[in-house]
Structure formats: C-alpha cells, structure tokens
C-alpha cells in the first residue's frame, strides 16, 4: 500500500512540477515589413533581413511588388533604386516605396560598409 501511494505522490508531484514550470516560449521573427500600397495598387513588402550595404553610399535589398520578388539596390544619395537584372532607375511615387528607402538609408547609417 506504501508503495502504491509513494509512486502517485511521485507521479503528481511530476504532473504538477510540470505544469508550473516556467515555459520556454521562443518568439518568431520575421523579416517581412509591410511598407505600404505602390501607385500601382499592389503591396510593397520590404525584406529587412536582405538589407546591405554595398558601398558608402548604397545598399543591395530585396523587395516584393505584389507577389514579385525584386533585387534591388537604393542608392541612398540620389534618392533611387534600380531593379536587376534589368537595371531599371525607379523613382519613389508613394509613399510605401519612400519608406522602402527610409529603411534603406537606416541601414546604411547605423552600419556603413556592412558593420
């Protein structure tokens, strides 16, 4: 009989050692940054974690148009950024692609030269 209860006091203990444990919760982060709508009407979704800073005054990113993803670079001097491979010169016409280059131009403040 000692036994029996010996072993349900150790199995409760176990139970409710459990469930006062303190929880290992790890928090996903994203790299996803909802910019805006472009004048095209689609969404510009910036990837922060693709941001680099390719000299002294640019940085390679890459962005999503709507479901298209583009590989960029700002040049964060002129106020542009050009797409590849195709190397078209955009301009910002809304205010998501401003903030598209706001983002641009932090990293390249806080960590010129990919510090």
């Given amino acids: 009989m000692k036994k029996i209860i010996l072993i349900s006091s150790l199995s409760l203990t176990m139970v409710v050692g459990a469930s006062w444990a303190k929880p290992n919760i790890v928090l996903a982060q ?22 680099v800073p390719a000299s002294s005054r ?3 990113f890459v962005y999503y148009l709507g479901n298209q993803r583009l590989v960029s670079q700002a ?6 950024w050009t797409t590849f491979p195709e190397r078209q010169i955009h301009r910002p016409r ?7 280059l706001y983002f641009a ?7 010129p030269q990919g510090q």
């Fill in 30 to 51: 994203t790299c996803n940054y909802f910019a805006g709508t472009a004048v095209t009407g689609k969404s510009v979704n910036i990837d922060l974690c693709s941001i």
């Fill in 94 to 100: 809304s205010q998501a692609t401003q903030t598209m």
């Fill in 58 to 60: 640019s940085v390679d």
């Fill in 105 to 111: 131009r932090l990293q390249l403040a806080f960590f």
């Fill in 75 to 80: 040049n964060c001097d002129n106020g542009t």
